[in-house]
């Protein structure tokens, strides 16, 4: 079974550029999110998609990202205008359903630099 | 709030060794449990996934528990291997899917 694809895996621009990721969920997976890993921390929740709707977007900053998931299958996380402390690891996941018997399975990332 | 804490941030040992890892937290209403691992420039890889009516997992050398009443969680490793270096992070489902998670602790097995 393929994994959680994501692109590119690195990523280096000056702040206030524009930069998008992609995502690419276990086939059959109806629920996606995005995290925001920092370097010494544990992921950050971003957004959380079911199928092509928005279940959790609380602690996504909505000045600067935005996020879509317009068939229910990949997703793209963008950040436009980007900051230093924009810096960081961006992790997609995906899970079988939204509920609490499900594990999340993640990707490998895209590291994130911008100077 | 939930707070999730991991503490040592970092461990060293030497190959062979059982050792336990600590995962720490403030409200018990959790849904469940799960600790991953993530190895250096990776995503994270899913070890233990412990529900909220259970009391321990295991899989392998692997056995985490859970103990709501008293906020904590080990996950503890048999016979330490240097493949077993990576970060440990534990994540509290807090209902709908959603996860809060630690800032980890990085293992090193010395050879």
């Known amino acids: 079974e393929a994994g959680v694809a994501q692109s590119p895996r690195y990523k280096i621009i000056e702040k206030r550029q524009s930069v998008a990721f992609w995502c690419n969920p276990i086939?059959?997976?109806?629920?996606l999110y995005w995290y925001q890993q920092i370097l010494g921390q544990g992921p950050k929740l971003l957004i959380q998609?079911?199928?092509?709707?928005?279940?959790?977007d609380s602690q996504l900053p909505k000045d600067r990202f935005s996020a879509e998931r317009l068939k229910g299958v990949d997703s793209t996380l963008k950040i436009q205008p980007a900051k230093l402390e924009d810096s960081a690891v961006y992790l997609c996941?995906?899970?079988?359903?939204?509920?609490?018997?499900?594990?999340?399975?993640f990707g490998p990332g895209t590291r994130l630099t911008v100077t | 709030k939930q707070e999730v804490t991991q503490i040592p941030a970092a461990l060293s040992v030497p190959e062979g060794e059982n050792l336990v890892l600590n995962c720490s937290f403030t409200d018990s209403a959790i849904y469940n449990l799960q600790w991953f691992r993530q190895d250096p420039g990776k995503g994270l890889t899913s070890l233990l996934l412990i529900q909220s009516s259970q009391r321990e997992q295991t899989s392998g050398r692997l056995n985490a528990s859970l103990d709501k009443s008293s906020g904590r969680s080990t996950l503890y490793i048999a016979a330490s291997q240097p493949g077993d270096s990576a970060t440990y992070l534990c994540a509290l489902g807090l209902g709908a899917g959603k996860s809060t998670f630690g800032d980890g602790t990085t293992l090193t097995v010395k050879p």
């Open positions: 998609f079911q199928n092509n709707g928005v279940v959790d």
């Open positions: 996941a995906s899970s079988l359903a939204t509920g609490d018997l499900y594990e999340q399975y």
């Open positions: 086939s059959g997976h109806a629920t």
